[in-house]
């Protein structure tokens, strides 16, 4: 980050923005035409930046560290043998991940390792995912005089799958070739399991129904906020209102999730051999699908460049993706502002139909760049000046423009111009996506190929759902349709994400042509009305006059989760902070809020809060059983001082939980009293966390999974009214929906009975 920046500021220098900012086009035909010799200072400096950025790498030593990992693996399984236990199965799963993702390039490592996962995988039960490492294996050289044991585990495993075209072709090719007794004798098992399969009678493919029936409309207000959504006719709470599907995300922080899909639990993930880990798909359908993307990044994952470029990366992939549909409108064209000037008519022409393509919506999304911050503009400026560069100089992009009329240079032009527009326009349009992850986990690290939480596939242990308990944002994506409902502080939907997908849902009852509103920062419940009005104000760059916003009171209802009750003997009142004075300060438990002392409004005393570091000492002694006692009795204590769903009692009802279940998965056991007083704190929890946030929320969900824990062992008394708490697994990525689903019909189920 430190380089990058170096040479960002010595770009900076040479450039300048004669006249201020046009467009992103004039920007780059400006930058072209600097003198010569500056130019090339210039641009050398991104060039030798871009070298500086390639990293060392060993073949031998991938490959010996790939072999130790394996070797692991093939001790742990014939370990197994003798005690055969699942978890070994899948400790060695995971142990031939680590050998599959240190192998990189070298591959006679990577086809063992694929080999050794794919025997392990069918052996677990992951037969989709053990077929794909078969196939992994083969594609990368696995030994000849070994070929027809692989051949075999796929003829297994696609019996297993139930599917007879690859059964009968994998059956076919071992017939061809010369086998010993045994697999002879396999061979001959699998041809009766396949006559068998021939004659069942063939399962129905069910579909869930997707609503195709749009029920918003996109208007246009000519002032400044722009297109908005409204309800075609009314549309009653819960009903699904739209859904999209996105073609461009890319992870954050480097989560290590499908780039194809955004699957975030993968029990073999598929690393590119070529970009030093950093790049997994969940399957090779995925890999196959991302392809035509990859070939162009992979150097620069290689290089590790891309973390380096936060949105202008997501700016590249809709460049990446767009250009084979935008190609055709320009293909005609013969110079550099000929072709930008139909890009331009192209983002100009008002939403056709509720049905325009993706390519045309993200070109149509609005821009803020012309508000940016001379600084903020710069950035992207070299970002966009960066990747085009990257293209030209460590890819074959370029080369699909090679028969057109205009010239390579003219569409350097256009390619800088339209990955600095689409940065531009993410800056305003762009969405963050949300899962559930296990916490604590090393990135490299796989939830699925944990033994001690499963105890088969995609079925959690008992007492093991709260590892999902943890909500984080991995993905940055381009949703174009849901970024045509404007901003109000109280939304009118909840999306809920699966993988690249978004479906949303009316919280409230809409009338019809009442509008749909998103939220783009905290709600008028978990947040004040002056950090909504500055985040909006900073990043979305319009001041919101949303029916809370324009209240006399409208901190009203985020402030009823900071009620205090004063600590001082002669006062005892209820208060309500400042919210004026103490601005972000209400927070005063975060370090960074330290100093800001929250003042009694009815005594004007300072709350010195010594119950709020006694309760902190408590959890961290929570091993202890007396301890335990005193902080179940300091979390009731808190009602003397925190009003109601106080925003800290909900705060610290999730660090107690936590801490009590960190020591009980280290192995403390706890009695039944002590297992109802965690479900009454979790359950008081529940009900403020329902109150702020809704729930259905992500954050209600998560915190859900603990009171699942302690009802599925039985460790306290339940009701059916918390039994159905199953209905909130709609609102789950199908990928963890699966997971929740298994287990409340493992555990939890029954308890109904
Ligand atoms: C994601 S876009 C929403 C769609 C946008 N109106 C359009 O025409 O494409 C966000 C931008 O819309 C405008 N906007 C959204 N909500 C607004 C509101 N409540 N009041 C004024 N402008 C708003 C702002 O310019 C903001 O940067």
């Not at 978890?87 to 050998?99: E, H, I, P, Q, S």
């Not at 007492?463 to 349709?481: D, V, W």
């Not at 909504?532 to 919101?544: P, S, T, V």
């Not at 009203?556 to 006062?571: M, V």
Request: hydrophobic share 35%.
């Amino acid at each position: 980050m430190e380089l990058l920046a170096k040479v960002f500021s010595q770009q900076d220098e040479l450039m300048t923005l004669d006249g201020g900012y046009k467009d992103e086009f004039e920007t780059f035909k400006a930058l072209a035409s600097m003198p010569a010799e500056k130019l090339q200072r210039f641009q050398q400096l991104g060039l030798k930046l871009m070298q500086d950025l390639e990293q060392p790498h060993d073949r031998n030593k991938c490959a010996e560290r790939s072999r130790n990992l394996r070797e692991k693996g093939n001790l742990v399984l014939r370990g197994s043998a003798t005690g055969s236990s699942q978890d070994a199965v899948l400790n060695a799963c995971r142990l031939y991940t680590g050998a599959v993702f240190e192998a990189e390039d070298a591959v006679d490592e990577l086809s063992l390792a694929f080999a050794n996962r794919g025997m392990a995988l069918q052996e677990y039960g992951y037969y989709r995912e053990a077929y794909d490492d078969c196939v992994n294996a083969l594609e990368c050289g696995y030994p000849e005089r070994l070929r027809h044991k692989v051949i075999m585990r796929q003829a297994y495993c696609a019996w297993e799958l139930k599917n007879i075209a690859s059964l009968e072709e994998h059956l076919d090719c071992l017939e061809q070739l010369q086998l010993n007794e045994s697999f002879q004798q396999q061979l001959e098992k699998l041809k009766q399991k396949l006559d068998l399969l021939k004659n069942q009678p063939k399962e129905q493919e069910t579909q869930e129904k997707v609503e195709e029936k749009a029920l918003g409309e996109i208007l246009t207000d000519s002032g400044q906020r722009g297109r908005y959504m409204v309800a075609k006719d009314t549309i009653s709470k819960g009903k699904v209102i739209f859904s999209e599907r996105a073609s461009c995300f890319v992870p954050l922080e480097q989560h290590l999730i499908c780039q194809q899909c955004a699957a975030s639990l993968m029990s073999a993930p598929i690393p590119c051999p070529k970009c030093h880990q950093r790049v997994v798909y969940c399957s090779r359908k995925c890999r196959e699908a991302h392809s035509a993307i990859h070939k162009f990044e992979c150097a620069a994952y290689r290089k590790n460049l891309l973390k380096l470029l936060g949105v202008s990366h997501l700016a590249l992939r809709l460049v990446l993706s767009y250009i084979p549909y935008i190609m055709p409108h320009l293909e005609e064209r013969t110079t550099a502002k000929d072709i930008w000037d139909e890009i331009m008519n192209l983002s100009r022409k008002p939403e056709a139909s509720e049905i325009s393509p993706e390519y045309l919506r993200s070109l149509r999304m609005v821009s803020l760049l012309d508000q940016a911050s001379k600084a903020e503009l710069t950035y992207h400026i070299l970002c966009a000046n960066f990747l085009q560069l990257y293209l030209k100089g460590h890819t074959d992009f370029f080369d699909q423009f090679g028969s057109l009329s205009a010239s390579t240079e003219d569409w350097q032009l256009i390619i800088s111009s339209l990955i600095l527009r689409f940065a531009g326009q993410l800056l305003a349009n762009a969405h963050v996506g949300y899962a559930l992850l296990a916490v604590g986990m090393e990135p490299n690290e796989f939830i699925l190929l944990q033994p001690d939480l499963w105890q088969k596939p995609r079925h959690l242990k008992r007492g093991k759902l709260h590892i999902l308990s943890h909500s984080e944002n991995i993905t940055a994506i381009n949703l174009p349709y849901l970024s045509l409902c404007n901003h109000a502080c109280e939304p009118s939907i909840r999306t809920k994400l699966d993988g690249c997908s978004v479906v949303n849902y009316a919280v409230k009852d809409i009338s019809d042509g009442e509008e749909i509103f998103n939220c783009y920062t905290g709600t008028y419940m978990t947040s004040s009305k002056l950090q909504r009005f500055e985040a909006l104000k900073e990043i979305y760059k319009f001041e919101c006059a949303c029916a809370k916003c324009t209240k006399t009171d409208p901190d009203q209802n985020y402030l009823s989760f900071h009620r205090y009750r004063c600590e001082k003997p002669n006062c005892r009142q209820e208060f309500i902070p400042d919210a004026r004075v103490q601005r972000n300060n209400l927070i005063w438990w975060l370090a960074s809020n330290a100093e800001n002392p929250i003042i009694c409004t009815v005594c004007q005393e300072r709350q010195d809060f010594a119950w709020y570091n006694e309760f902190l000492g408590l959890i961290g002694s929570c091993a202890d059983s007396s301890k335990r006692q005193d902080l179940f009795k300091a979390f009731d204590d808190l009602d003397k001082w925190l009003v109601d769903y106080h925003s800290l009692k909900r705060i610290m009802a999730a660090e107690l939980v936590t801490a009590c279940f960190i020591k009980i998965d280290e192995g403390t056991s706890m009695d039944e009293s002590e297992y109802e007083d965690l479900a009454r704190i979790i359950r008081k929890q529940l009900e403020g966390t329902a109150a702020q946030y809704g729930d259905t929320s992500m954050e209600y969900i998560a915190r859900m999974t603990y009171l699942w824990d302690i009802i599925a062992q039985k460790k306290c008394r339940t009701n059916e009214k918390e039994l159905q708490m199953k209905g909130k697994v709609k609102y789950l990525a199908s990928e963890h929906r699966e997971v929740f689903l298994n287990y409340y019909n493992d555990f939890i189920e029954q308890q109904c009975k």
